[in-house]
């Protein structure tokens, strides 16, 4: 049977502790990919960044799950992880 693969983001941050809460439960599941702001990003739920560089950087890897750090807003964190995870 294939596993389950689970994005899991938020707009607080990576550090947030409802992010790591969020993270428990769906590692459950399946595999987590965490892509989420490396900084708080409340209000900017639509936002996409347009002429900035933006930076991805690996901060855990688990068996079961993988977090992301993303320089850029919620959607791009999204996106990149469709993308490019």
Do not use: W
Request: hydrophobic share 40%.
């Amino acid at each position: 049977m294939n596993e389950r693969l689970i994005l899991v983001t938020n707009d607080d941050g990576y550090n947030a502790r409802g992010l790591a809460a969020a993270i428990e439960v769906a590692r459950t599941f399946g595999h987590v990919y965490v892509v989420a702001p490396e900084t708080a990003q409340s209000g900017m739920s639509q936002a996409i960044t347009m002429h900035n560089p933006l930076y991805l950087r690996r901060v855990r890897q688990d068996p079961d799950v993988e977090v992301y750090a993303f320089s850029g807003t919620p959607v791009d964190c999204v996106k990149m992880a469709f993308d490019y995870l």
